[in-house]
């Protein structure tokens, strides 16, 4: 007999798992379908996050960190630490067992909730049923009341520099190297490029990233983007813009990378080169010829603001769909649709939705960057606050960076908060909560913040929108 559900969703990501939970939460008989499987084989949930993206890059990051300070932030403190050394595969394994916590920990969350878990290859024929075929090419069709679409994304591929996961490799091989290399290559200055990057480049790697754009981080604000490109620079990291990858040759476990700049044709040899050029949408055998799901021209399914497709009943969110390609963004999609398949009115936030890189100093934003609002002939008022000033980041001595908080002129409401320093994340957070709220730079500044706190940070700058800041000469007095 046909199994029913009331909503089936494709992908356990954090866009599918999060929606699958929320709608048996809501009282929706679910079932969720993934098939992606573990190095053992094994089923594992979490999507493209838990397994290959957000957890474990930070995993790497965090142990990287430990290591480069304690190589080199130690001795300012008083600490000697003679004879440091690194386990990489010892490093590599700790954050393998993060993630088999973490995606073990969402099959519990299944079964506590009542998501029935659907092992196999999903895919949607016409009138909302869904064809599941196992590991073994054993297909069945359920009938569903609504579909969720959240099959994720993957790295994008270049013609110049083709993947082998050996000396080239994309985002999921550079979580794996067993060794530092000595020489390495990014093709990429996004997100994943300068948190990879950063994360072989502490444990001792020479890092050159390579990017075709000549601005780096243009969707930053560009006074946070100028000062992180002088901060990486300085610690080392080689970062030549407007450099475009023109081919490659892997030779004895060395790759030569041609590329062209301003100055014409260059080439660099390197131990490992990780290609990080972008994510595209994942739809592969997604959707039968008769589905009517219509997609995009760039190859994502095509939704509007509630993540409905052209069929009415079936969803898509997350990465397979229009804008940030973020799990915070794919979650909160899940949630929205759920909700509104169980007759809620809910709506998504999509002008609140915080970056984050996790390098370090860690670099954040939410709402409008400063040279948005001009475009947009919008009068703002400007508060900075550097670290430099910060009590609590010289006692932690990580004083790099500032903080900026951007006001509408007229109004005062906070429109962007832009953070590059200790717990940007954190503090940008702060700012999200405010903004959804419609905080004024005034709200935020008469505020008690605790002292001592980086969050101070945060306190000052949007005091010194409107020149009232008190640990920082201000511009501008009123
Ligand atoms: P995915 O996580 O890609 O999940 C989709 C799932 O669907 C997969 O498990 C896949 O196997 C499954 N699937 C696909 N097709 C089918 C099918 N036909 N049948 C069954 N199953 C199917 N984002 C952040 O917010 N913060 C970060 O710090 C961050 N760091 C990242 C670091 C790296 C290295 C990478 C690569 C990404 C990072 N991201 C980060 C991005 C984040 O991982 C994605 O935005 C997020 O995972 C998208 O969630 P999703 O549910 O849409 O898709
Ligand atoms: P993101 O999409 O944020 O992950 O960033 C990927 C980056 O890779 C973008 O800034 C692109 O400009 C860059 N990129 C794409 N193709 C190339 C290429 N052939 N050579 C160098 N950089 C590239």
């Given at each position: 007999m046909t199994q029913?559900?009331?909503?089936?969703?494709?992908?356990?990501?954090?866009?599918?798992?999060?929606?699958?939970?929320?709608?048996?939460?809501?009282?929706?008989?679910?079932?969720?379908?993934e098939k992606y499987q573990d190095k053992e084989g094994k089923v594992a949930l979490g999507g493209t996050c838990l397994n290959v993206g957000c957890i474990p890059s930070k995993a790497l990051l965090d142990s990287s960190w430990k290591y480069h300070e304690a190589k080199e932030g130690f001795a300012i403190h008083g600490i000697e630490a003679k004879g440091v050394s690194i386990d990489v595969p010892a490093m590599v394994a700790r954050k393998n067992s993060i993630i088999k916590n973490l995606t073990g920990g969402v099959a519990g969350l299944f079964k506590a909730n009542g998501v029935t878990l659907l092992e196999g290859h999903g895919k949607l024929l016409a009138n909302k049923q869904v064809e599941v075929t196992d590991k073994d090419g054993k297909?069945?069709?359920?009938?569903?009341?609504?579909?969720?679409?959240?099959?994720?994304?993957?790295?994008?591929?270049?013609?110049?520099?083709?993947?082998?996961?050996?000396?080239?490799?994309?985002?999921t091989g550079a979580l794996e190297f067993q060794s530092v290399p000595k020489k390495l290559g990014v093709i990429g200055a996004g997100v994943i490029g300068l948190e990879l990057g950063s994360v072989w480049a502490r444990l001792g790697a020479e890092v050159t990233v390579i990017e075709a754009l000549d601005k780096f981080l243009p969707?930053?604000?560009?006074?946070?983007?100028?000062?992180?490109?002088?901060?990486?620079?300085?610690?080392?990291?080689?970062?030549?813009?407007?450099a475009r990858v023109t081919g490659s040759e892997v030779k004895k476990k060395q790759v030569t990378v041609n590329f062209t700049d301003a100055e014409g044709e260059q080439q660099l040899t390197f131990d490992k080169l990780i290609v990080a050029v972008g994510r595209r949408p994942v739809t592969t055998d997604l959707l039968a010829a008769d589905s009517?799901?219509?997609m995009d021209e760039r190859g994502f399914i095509f939704v509007n603001d509630q993540c409905e497709t052209s069929v009415p009943g079936v969803y898509a969110i997350g990465d397979v769909v229009r804008g940030a390609m973020l799990a915070h963004k794919a979650s909160e999609e899940g949630i929205m649709v759920a909700e509104r398949i169980a007759g809620h009115k809910a709506q998504m936030n999509y002008d609140l939705i915080p970056s984050v890189i996790y390098t370090h100093p860690e670099i954040a934003w939410v709402g409008k960057t400063e040279q948005q609002l001009k475009a947009e002939g919008v009068a703002v008022n400007v508060g900075t606050f550097p670290f430099?000033?910060?009590?609590?980041a010289?006692?932690?001595?990580?004083?790099?960076?500032?903080?900026?908080?951007?006001?509408?002129?007229?109004t005062d409401r906070v429109l962007g908060v832009h953070v590059i320093g200790p717990s940007a994340a954190e503090l940008v957070q702060q700012g999200a909560i405010g903004m959804e709220f419609g905080t004024s730079a005034e709200d935020l500044?008469?505020?008690v913040f605790s002292h001592p706190t980086l969050s101070e940070a945060l306190h000052e700058a949007a005091l010194a929108v409107n020149g009232h800041a008190i640990h920082i000469a201000n511009r501008k007095k009123r």
């Amino acid at each position: 007999m046909t199994q029913k559900f009331d909503v089936v969703v494709i992908g356990a990501g954090p866009g599918g798992y999060v929606a699958a939970i929320k709608a048996a939460q809501l009282g929706l008989k679910t079932a969720c379908i993934e098939k992606y499987q573990d190095k053992e084989g094994k089923v594992a949930l979490g999507g493209t996050c838990l397994n290959v993206g957000c957890i474990p890059s930070k995993a790497l990051l965090d142990s990287s960190w430990k290591y480069h300070e304690a190589k080199e932030g130690f001795a300012i403190h008083g600490i000697e630490a003679k004879g440091v050394s690194i386990d990489v595969p010892a490093m590599v394994a700790r954050k393998n067992s993060i993630i088999k916590n973490l995606t073990g920990g969402v099959a519990g969350l299944f079964k506590a909730n009542g998501v029935t878990l659907l092992e196999g290859h999903g895919k949607l024929l016409a009138n909302k049923q869904v064809e599941v075929t196992d590991k073994d090419g054993k297909a069945q069709v359920i009938e569903a009341g609504h579909v969720i679409l959240a099959s994720g994304s993957r790295p994008v591929d270049i013609p110049p520099a083709p993947v082998d996961q050996d000396v080239i490799v994309d985002s999921t091989g550079a979580l794996e190297f067993q060794s530092v290399p000595k020489k390495l290559g990014v093709i990429g200055a996004g997100v994943i490029g300068l948190e990879l990057g950063s994360v072989w480049a502490r444990l001792g790697a020479e890092v050159t990233v390579i990017e075709a754009l000549d601005k780096f981080l243009p969707a930053a604000d560009e006074q946070v983007a100028k000062e992180a490109l002088k901060t990486f620079t300085k610690q080392g990291l080689k970062i030549r813009l407007g450099a475009r990858v023109t081919g490659s040759e892997v030779k004895k476990k060395q790759v030569t990378v041609n590329f062209t700049d301003a100055e014409g044709e260059q080439q660099l040899t390197f131990d490992k080169l990780i290609v990080a050029v972008g994510r595209r949408p994942v739809t592969t055998d997604l959707l039968a010829a008769d589905s009517g799901v219509d997609m995009d021209e760039r190859g994502f399914i095509f939704v509007n603001d509630q993540c409905e497709t052209s069929v009415p009943g079936v969803y898509a969110i997350g990465d397979v769909v229009r804008g940030a390609m973020l799990a915070h963004k794919a979650s909160e999609e899940g949630i929205m649709v759920a909700e509104r398949i169980a007759g809620h009115k809910a709506q998504m936030n999509y002008d609140l939705i915080p970056s984050v890189i996790y390098t370090h100093p860690e670099i954040a934003w939410v709402g409008k960057t400063e040279q948005q609002l001009k475009a947009e002939g919008v009068a703002v008022n400007v508060g900075t606050f550097p670290f430099a000033a910060s009590g609590r980041a010289m006692a932690a001595n990580d004083t790099g960076g500032l903080v900026k908080v951007i006001a509408d002129a007229n109004t005062d409401r906070v429109l962007g908060v832009h953070v590059i320093g200790p717990s940007a994340a954190e503090l940008v957070q702060q700012g999200a909560i405010g903004m959804e709220f419609g905080t004024s730079a005034e709200d935020l500044g008469m505020m008690v913040f605790s002292h001592p706190t980086l969050s101070e940070a945060l306190h000052e700058a949007a005091l010194a929108v409107n020149g009232h800041a008190i640990h920082i000469a201000n511009r501008k007095k009123r």
